[in-house]
């Protein structure tokens, strides 16, 4: 028997959709949109025993995505110490020796969140550690995921010691005597890493469930995965049983890509639910580790000096090639990039395959969609963060078809450090405004576990520029704000547009999916400063209502 139809009316109808931004009531039929309009003609078109929601003045709008979380690492990092907001050393300390308290004597002692820049940028060291996690082994992620800290425990168990070298694209920390200090830098993190025990196929699930339930209640009903194979399996296991009610854009593992090209699959793979993206490069650093591949070093840094510029996870060249490689075998690239040199070094990289791959007609426009293959015009290439980009390279975004993947939250949680470490061409940082101006697509997200997946944290963010609670007063460089709608276009259409599902999702129009919130005030008349106290009331997948608040 057919599910009623369900109308939603009484209301602020946003629909994102630019030939009708605007309605008075929304037609849910069999898992589709099926008409958007006036509420009377709606209420005409609906069966016989529809169901009504009254919207009450609240706002109803497409379900949002992020566009940029590392879900499985988030579900696990629910078990683990919360670091996050510690502002001494001395507080994050007290924490994991209550949390290492509570564990059996052999398990491992993690942790993520903590920012050294609170304490003025004192690192953590592993001597720090032995003081509170009882002989028990440690790693500790910074915030950004880009460096760690690590106890002797565990520095002995993975046979490292004084003489150790770096690993390519890593670093072990030092202190002035040369003794390893327990940081850990980059692809140093995986030494210690690979040795913590792995959960199970059956935990991983379990977690991954239950964080899709908690996204759900905060109006997110897609998502785009950047993570490995064990999260790939995971979401596909639950896809398989029929139990996946989030939908899911999963992007490739470099170290899958040759596997990927032999198998034959491509970006786009997939169906509503289950989705192949592109594979996932890493050019550079983080910003708070001052790992950020930059054009210019670093405030207070020597010119002389390599490591006052960041870090490249790969020579030009070879980035060149991984890149060409992808695209020629019908991958598209989805390559984090955070410094101008890391975002220039892509772009030039994604520039030279296309020019390969795919002749550019025009050199002073974008590229038609006729001018395309199939795979590329499905799944574009695109450049996950951005966080700073030159001047001259950002029309480049558009020209080359590439999404950048932007995650506001980390404007507000990084603008004192990056104002530290970058001075004055903070001003090019974070810069929507910029980007969106020059025709570049954005796509936003979170990057949780690096920061909160909470989405109207990031709307927010996105149109204030503030932290929660108004710092600093008029915005980080207002003059990069977005307009409510322009930020919530990041949260619906340009992730459609980044999965090349535009047709299906992003807007409440007529024959798409009806991926359907409800939130608890209209939105037109909200508080920018409110943005962050949204409230879900309700959240559609596919017509089902999935969650109900209260």
């Known amino acids: 028997m057919p599910t009623p139809d369900i109308v939603l009316f009484n209301g602020s109808i946003v629909t994102l959709d630019p030939a009708l931004p605007t309605a008075q009531a929304v037609l849910i039929r069999a898992g589709r949109i099926a008409a958007v309009g006036d509420a009377a003609q709606v209420r005409a078109a ?119 070298a770096d690993p390519p694209g890593g670093s072990l920390g030092r202190s002035a005597s040369g003794e390893l200090s327990g940081m850990l830098f980059e692809h140093a993190i995986q030494l210690v890493q690979r040795l913590i025990p792995t959960p199970t196929a059956a935990d991983d699930q379990r977690t991954i469930t239950a964080l899709i339930h908690d996204l759900l209640a905060a109006g997110i009903t897609s998502v785009h995965a950047p993570e490995g194979p064990d999260c790939m399996a995971a979401v596909g296991a639950l896809y398989h049983r029929g139990e996946l009610n989030m939908r899911v854009l999963h992007h490739l593992h470099l170290g899958g890509l040759d596997a990927a090209i032999a198998l034959g699959l491509r970006s786009g793979i997939g169906d509503e639910w289950l989705r192949i993206g592109g594979v996932k490069i890493f050019s550079d650093g983080s910003l708070g580790s001052a790992t950020a591949h930059m054009l210019e070093p670093y405030e207070g840094m020597a ?183 322009e930020a919530l276009w990041g949260y619906t259409v340009g992730p459609a547009i980044a999965s090349g599902e535009l047709a299906q999702k992003g807007t409440l129009t007529a024959g798409k999916l009806a991926d359907v919130i409800v939130v608890d005030r209209d939105l037109s008349a909200a508080d920018p400063a409110d943005l962050a106290d949204v409230q879900v009331d309700y959240t559609f997948v596919g017509g089902m209502a999935v969650m109900e608040r209260g």
């Open 303 to 485: 010119l002389d000096d390599p490591a006052s510029y960041g870090m490249a996870m790969f020579e030009p060249a070879e980035l060149d090639r991984l890149v060409a490689r992808a695209i020629a075998h019908g991958i598209s690239v989805t390559v984090h990039a955070i410094g101008d040199a890391a975002n220039r070094n892509v772009l030039n990289a994604i520039d030279q395959a296309l020019r390969f791959h795919l002749p550019i007609t025009s050199a002073s426009g974008p590229r038609q969609p006729d001018q395309q293959p199939a795979y590329m015009a499905q799944i574009p290439n695109r450049i996950e963060h951005a966080q700073i980009v030159n001047p001259h390279d950002v029309r480049r975004f558009a020209e080359l078809g590439v999404i950048a993947s932007v995650q506001p939250v980390h404007a507000t949680a990084d603008m004192v450090v990056a104002d530290q470490l970058w001075g004055e061409r903070s001003r090019y940082a974070y810069a929507w405004r910029t980007l969106i101006d020059a025709g570049v697509v954005l796509a936003c997200g979170s990057d949780a576990p690096v920061e909160s997946w909470n989405p109207w944290w990031g709307i927010h963010a996105a149109v204030t520029r503030q932290q929660r609670g108004g710092v600093p007063s008029g915005g980080w460089y207002p003059e990069q704000r977005l307009s409510l709608d």
């Open 46 to 164: 609906a069966r016989p025993g529809y169901e009504i929601i009254d919207l009450a003045g609240r706002s109803a709008l497409p379900g949002l995505c992020d566009a940029h979380i590392h879900l499985l690492w988030t579900a696990r990092m629910a078990a683990q110490v919360n670091l996050e907001g510690a502002a001494s050393l001395a507080e994050a300390l007290e924490r994991v020796r209550v949390h290492a308290a509570s564990l059996p004597p052999q398990a491992w002692v993690l942790g993520y969140g903590w920012d050294h820049s609170l304490w003025n940028h004192r690192w953590p060291t592993a001597a720090d550690l032995d003081q509170v996690t009882g002989g028990r082994p440690a790693l500790l992620s910074r915030k950004d995921l880009h460096s760690a800290c690590c106890n002797t425990a565990a520095l002995q168990l993975a046979g490292l010691a004084a003489d150790s």
